[in-house]
């Protein structure tokens, strides 16, 4: 059965052959008006200038840490850096093609076929996103796996593919993320409050690069977070497994295991989470092919029940991978618990973003903008424990069933099927260009309620999406801090040593500083593109009066907006990257540990507590609109606007980023764990 | 020199005496025309009716744990938390008692004689709180090791004292903060936003209850914080005594104990914190007396050169222990560490609180609302780091320099001269209550500009307060967390192990969910005193319109302020006292362990969090109404509002709350360690 691991980078393949096929598909379809066409350009045009220069600058980050990883640690590793660089940016670059592609033609689907189709465009479309994260991770995974063999050695010169990918994802998600919000509060200052036109109108120049930042966040930071959570997954899991002691006692616990060699159970631990990925990728297929037998339905059901086929295939396959295999039944339940946890997070990050939490901040608003915005705060703060508790009994739950093991297995349980759950994040912003596209070039109210019931969906895939990018990271973060322990080779941590809660606070402060930092950059770069947009409405004659010819130039906001995203990305990037370098050579590796606990903690506490409360705000901004409370225009909705506004670097932009820091720190611990063995600090 | 311990009481009962005669001193000063005679009567009454009806409530509290202590611990444990709680309402009841006198009394003397007599008279009323604390800690605490003796038992018994003060704390600062704000908060709306009257005008029957929310919130509940903090650091650094290990390993580092009997050197290193703290207390007379010589410079100049005073006066008192006892010269420099840590921690909050920070948010307010809250809400996260920093120096010098004991000392260190940095704590809310009185009884523009001078005085001592209570608290619980550890007999505690990880996330979620619970508590309960405020502008006939003869109701405001308030306090109260227990017994003294720690950890970010992020709002709002971006009245100026207004339940409700939680988890863990001791939990 494990023989079968050679196998992965055929799956993997594959998958990148039907992710195509599928692009071929959407492509296919009719793209609409010239107007709608143009539009379309415009979008993508403006997400590949994104691409291709935060790309270009990552070139050269990618080429400097090579060169440190291949001196200072292993070339081989080196080499994998590289790679899981490069496969985070092609996946990235697919789903990004295939979402600014698909957009118009859901409009058009909407248009012209009805919901079903532009529901069937979309979800493909997103699916192309989907497919090629979980293929790409797969073939890269399984290609040096079967390079290296499975030996200790191979775990730890993978690590550097984890690295990789977590390095794209600090950029994507930070530089994603401040170009996102910065767009789209630049667009709404500019042209809902000061020129009193509407969202969405093609007279804002800021109106492309808000669409563009759609894709950016939610397609490219979004896949390259999730990327790097399935890689890291894996990998952690797989460093475990190779660092297991073999034990009497570890052998009485699982009968099925004894008369084995150490080295042969050794390699069965590390084979299994390859073959859990292939299996989820496999199950992923059918749960994505299966959208044709519910797209004529409620497209909600249809979203959760293509998740829900994956879900249950995967579990049949993980029974048989579990038995063909000789591993303990543990192993099965620790990934159960990852799969179930996953779904939980996600159902608990809707219900905090909806329902009766949104009503009362929406309330709030009869007494101003303050008891909204602390009414938030509260909402936020109140939803990270049930989440929490979920990862708890997770890990707890993988630990009581397989040992240590059992919470790397829990992490990849969790992330398997990711080639279904990615395919419906990544539908949300697709959905959402659609309806921008219809409303700017002036679609019918057919059409346009089509696309706005599916951006509304769209909204609500992005909360359970948020809460499971939150879920998955804390618990790959987790499963790499293990993975660390194991590798770095020291006995014990021990909080008893003042040492390790000094790495404790020191872990605390690392996601404090960054949350600050990407909150302040998008301030800094929506007030560039408020002063081109004014420029522009001042210079251009007759643009803001929509005469006819006058036309604006969205290509200089877009580019403002990149330009200021990438700059804002360096420091935090850079405090990710040293923070656990320096701790752990000056201060040792236990105080390192003890760092890496403290920032997933705090980390994952302030993703939640930041996605959470700015999902609630803009919702009861959106409740308000529909007529409660006064209603749109009201001085209530002015007081939930400003919640709203509150709220837009809050989940798009510093929630997300921790998600990234606490897998890229424990990613980079992981990677020089082998030189701090041994190593005392230097106090 | 050890010996000298059974002078602790005396020097105890010695400050108690001193308290009183300054009473006395205070209560013969004039207080004014037969207006602010009733206005300090108001207050006055309204302060006692809030301390009467919390301390009944409370007396039930009191009851039930002394029977659980005594039946489930031990009854000389039980014995002690009555006289630890009892101990800090006595404090509370002086200090606040002088402080209701202080007031009109302060505004006479600045009405009559001038800046140097008002300040004269404010300090020295703030001093018996001061002393008070300082002396009822001293008192209690040198009793109970008179009478057992200095044991490892006492140090079990001892810890009681500890958890009464921590109790009545968390009643103290949770009851008191929501008093606060919700008084302020709800006479605000009302009068100056409603009704359009100026703050502190006499129509508005919430000022009272606003100016009896100073009280209670700044005194009562910031004096039974630090009351908490000095005693448990002193607890913790005993308990940590009694159970060191002296191995020949530890007599080889320090030459000074070589040739004592273990039993002797457990002894010393007991006696060594309630000398320490004696030490702190003498030196504590000579910084409060001290204010004669500076009372008639620059005020601000004056309050810092007190507690310098009473620092360096307390140093050499210091070399001259650790010498007479023969205790390492590292137990000095651990001392010393605390005492620089809370001065720069202090500092930093006045730092975050002031200058380019609040500058930077004022700013913000040229944008609206939303970017006010941002940029408040990013400082309040980057103010984190270098406090936590500064506590982790603390840590260091005294881990290294003392080992584990060198970090109780750290917090004594800190907390040993609080008899003269309490007397500036206490003075803030007297100036401020001053103002509030030469405002309502319209006394001159001169009277009024030195009362304002001092009030703003105050406020920038607040925020050093501040910050001191929170680093002291971070300190404190983390001595107390080291005696657990210690007391509950685990040799490690181990990271490695998952269930010490899980507590760590349990020890994060318990901030979260008490931060949000008291954050809402504010808003119920100021929305109940802006219904009452209403009903009486609308009842009482001429009252709004000014009219001779009409006068409010302010004691149904305070009755209204105090029922809200003691109700909101007793959900946050059961989960801190509760977690620890149910975390011990049912996953583990292990996973307590782990719990303790998380929660410290997010608590004091929290804190400080909240705290400096509050005060920079506060602080930003009022740097536009001296004229800046606008001044008063313009929009920006109503932006900045909205921050104040959030900041309000940040810095004086859930930022505050958070000390007591995490010291009085760690107290309650500690106390229950000998039942814990050799406990698996129930998995």
Same mark, same amino acid.
């Given at each position: 059965m494990?023989?079968?691991?050679?196998?992965?980078?055929?799956?993997?393949?594959?998958?990148?052959?039907?992710?195509?096929l599928i692009?071929g598909?959407?492509?296919k379809?009719?793209?609409?008006?010239?107007?709608?066409?143009?539009?379309?350009?415009?979008?993508?045009k403006?997400?590949?200038? @994104?691409?291709?220069?935060?790309?270009?600058?990552?070139i050269?980050?990618i080429?400097?840490?090579?060169?440190?990883?291949?001196f200072?640690?292993?070339w081989r590793?080196?080499?994998?850096?590289?790679t899981?660089?490069?496969?985070?940016?092609v996946?990235?670059?697919?789903?990004?093609t295939? *979402?600014?592609?698909?957009?118009?033609?859901?409009?058009?689907?909407?248009?012209?076929?009805?919901?079903?189709?532009?529901?069937?465009?979309?979800?493909?479309?997103?699916?192309?996103?989907?497919l090629?994260?979980?293929?790409?991770?797969?073939?890269g995974?399984?290609?040096?796996f079967w390079?290296w063999?499975?030996?200790?050695e191979?775990?730890?010169?993978?690590?550097g593919?984890?690295?990789?990918?977590s390095?794209i994802?600090?950029? *994507?998600?930070?530089?994603?993320?401040?170009?996102?919000k910065?767009?789209?509060?630049?667009?709404?200052?500019?042209?809902?409050v000061?020129?009193?036109i509407?969202?969405d109108?093609p007279?804002?120049?800021?109106?492309?690069a808000?669409?563009?930042?759609?894709?950016?966040?939610?397609?490219?930071?979004?896949?390259?977070?999730?990327?790097?959570?399935?890689?890291?997954s894996?990998?952690?899991?797989?460093?475990?497994?190779?660092?297991?002691?073999?034990?009497?006692? @570890?052998l009485a616990n699982?009968?099925?295991?004894?008369?084995?060699?150490p080295e042969a159970?050794?390699?069965?631990?590390?084979?299994?989470p390859?073959?859990v990925?292939?299996?989820?990728?496999?199950?992923?297929?059918?749960?994505?092919?299966?959208?044709?037998?519910?797209q004529?339905?409620? &497209?909600?059901?249809?979203?959760?029940?293509?998740?829900?086929?994956?879900?249950?295939?995967?579990?049949?396959?993980?029974?048989?991978?579990t038995?063909?295999?000789?591993?303990?039944?543990?192993?099965?339940?620790?990934?159960?618990s990852?799969?179930?946890?996953?779904i939980?997070?996600?159902?608990?990050?809707?219900?905090?973003t909806?329902?009766?939490?949104?009503?009362?901040i929406?309330?709030?608003?009869?007494?101003?903008?303050?008891?909204?915005?602390?009414?938030?705060l509260a909402?936020?703060?109140?939803?990270t424990?049930?989440?929490?508790l979920?990862?708890?009994?997770?890990?707890?739950?993988?630990?009581?069933?397989?040992g240590?093991?059992?919470?790397?297995?829990s992490?990849v349980?969790?992330?398997?099927?990711?080639g279904a759950?990615?395919?419906?994040?990544?539908?949300?912003?697709?959905?959402?260009n659609?309806?921008?596209?219809?409303e700017?070039?002036?679609?019918g109210p057919?059409?346009?309620?089509i696309?706005?019931?599916?951006d509304?969906?769209?909204?609500?895939?992005?909360?359970?999406?948020?809460?499971? *990018?939150?879920?998955?990271?804390a618990?790959t973060?987790?499963a790499? @801090?293990?993975?660390?322990?194991q590798?770095v080779?020291?006995?014990?941590?021990?909080?008893?040593?003042?040492?390790?809660?000094?790495?404790?606070?020191?872990?605390?402060m690392?996601?404090m500083?960054?949350a600050?930092?990407?909150?302040?950059?998008v301030?800094?770069?929506?007030?560039s593109i408020v002063e081109?947009?004014?420029?522009q409405?001042?210079?251009?004659?007759?643009?803001?009066e929509?005469?006819?010819?006058?036309?604006?130039?969205?290509?200089t906001?877009?580019?403002i907006?990149?330009?200021a995203?990438?700059?804002?990305?360096?420091?935090?990037?850079?405090v990710?990257?040293?923070?656990p370098?320096?701790?752990?050579?000056?201060?040792?590796?236990?105080?390192?540990?003890?760092?890496?606990?403290?920032?997933?903690?705090?980390?994952?506490?302030?993703?939640?507590f930041?996605?959470?409360?700015?999902?609630?705000?803009?919702?009861?901004?959106?409740?308000?609109?529909e007529?409660?409370f006064?209603?749109?225009g009201?001085?209530?909705?002015k007081?939930a606007?400003?919640?709203?506004?509150?709220g837009?670097p809050?989940?798009?932009t510093?929630?997300?980023?921790?998600?990234?820091?606490?897998?890229?720190?424990?990613?980079?611990?992981?990677?020089?764990? &082998?030189?701090?063995?041994?190593?005392?600090?230097?106090?």
């Amino acid at each position: 059965m494990q023989g079968l691991t050679v196998l992965a980078p055929f799956v993997g393949i594959l998958s990148l052959i039907i992710a195509w096929l599928i692009f071929g598909y959407v492509k296919k379809q009719p793209n609409g008006s010239p107007l709608m066409q143009e539009l379309e350009d415009q979008i993508h045009k403006g997400a590949m200038t @994104f691409l291709k220069r935060e790309y270009t600058i990552l070139i050269f980050f990618i080429g400097i840490v090579f060169l440190l990883l291949g001196f200072g640690v292993a070339w081989r590793t080196a080499i994998a850096f590289v790679t899981g660089a490069l496969c985070s940016m092609v996946a990235g670059y697919s789903g990004m093609t295939a *979402a600014t592609r698909g957009n118009s033609r859901t409009a058009e689907a909407a248009n012209k076929s009805g919901q079903a189709k532009a529901l069937n465009v979309s979800y493909f479309a997103g699916s192309v996103m989907g497919l090629a994260v979980a293929g790409l991770g797969l073939l890269g995974l399984g290609f040096w796996f079967w390079v290296w063999g499975g030996s200790p050695e191979t775990a730890q010169y993978i690590n550097g593919f984890a690295m990789g990918a977590s390095s794209i994802a600090l950029f *994507a998600r930070v530089g994603g993320g401040v170009y996102t919000k910065a767009a789209d509060v630049g667009a709404d200052l500019v042209g809902k409050v000061e020129a009193g036109i509407p969202e969405d109108d093609p007279r804002n120049p800021g109106v492309i690069a808000d669409n563009v930042g759609d894709n950016v966040g939610d397609i490219a930071g979004m896949g390259a977070d999730i990327f790097e959570s399935f890689v890291g997954s894996v990998i952690a899991t797989i460093a475990i497994g190779a660092t297991l002691t073999i034990t009497p006692e @570890f052998l009485a616990n699982f009968p099925v295991l004894q008369g084995l060699a150490p080295e042969a159970i050794k390699l069965k631990y590390m084979a299994m989470p390859i073959l859990v990925v292939m299996a989820g990728l496999l199950s992923s297929f059918v749960g994505v092919f299966s959208i044709k037998l519910f797209q004529s339905g409620n &497209p909600a059901g249809a979203l959760r029940y293509t998740t829900f086929v994956a879900a249950i295939v995967f579990v049949i396959l993980t029974i048989i991978i579990t038995n063909s295999l000789g591993m303990p039944w543990g192993c099965f339940w620790a990934i159960v618990s990852g799969l179930l946890c996953g779904i939980a997070i996600g159902l608990l990050a809707e219900y905090y973003t909806s329902g009766p939490p949104i009503r009362r901040i929406a309330g709030q608003s009869e007494t101003g903008a303050a008891t909204v915005i602390i009414a938030g705060l509260a909402v936020g703060m109140v939803s990270t424990w049930l989440p929490m508790l979920g990862i708890c009994v997770a890990i707890f739950i993988g630990f009581k069933a397989a040992g240590i093991y059992g919470i790397g297995l829990s992490a990849v349980g969790m992330l398997a099927t990711v080639g279904a759950t990615m395919t419906v994040d990544a539908y949300g912003p697709i959905a959402d260009n659609a309806g921008g596209i219809s409303e700017m070039s002036e679609l019918g109210p057919e059409t346009r309620k089509i696309t706005d019931s599916l951006d509304a969906l769209g909204n609500t895939t992005a909360a359970i999406g948020k809460g499971f *990018a939150i879920g998955s990271a804390a618990l790959t973060a987790l499963a790499l @801090f293990v993975a660390y322990t194991q590798a770095v080779g020291l006995e014990i941590i021990d909080i008893k040593n003042p040492m390790v809660v000094i790495g404790v606070f020191i872990g605390g402060m690392v996601p404090m500083v960054c949350a600050a930092l990407t909150m302040t950059s998008v301030g800094k770069a929506a007030f560039s593109i408020v002063e081109e947009i004014r420029r522009q409405f001042r210079e251009i004659p007759g643009l803001l009066e929509g005469k006819e010819g006058a036309k604006p130039d969205p290509a200089t906001c877009v580019d403002i907006a990149t330009t200021a995203a990438l700059k804002e990305m360096v420091l935090p990037g850079l405090v990710a990257v040293l923070t656990p370098v320096v701790v752990g050579f000056v201060l040792g590796p236990e105080t390192l540990g003890g760092m890496l606990l403290g920032a997933t903690s705090m980390g994952a506490f302030l993703a939640l507590f930041m996605a959470n409360a700015g999902g609630a705000w803009d919702n009861a901004k959106k409740y308000i609109e529909e007529g409660n409370f006064g209603g749109k225009g009201s001085d209530n909705h002015k007081a939930a606007v400003v919640g709203d506004t509150v709220g837009d670097p809050f989940k798009d932009t510093s929630g997300p980023a921790m998600n990234i820091l606490i897998k890229l720190m424990s990613v980079v611990s992981l990677v020089i764990a &082998p030189i701090l063995a041994g190593w005392a600090g230097l106090f």
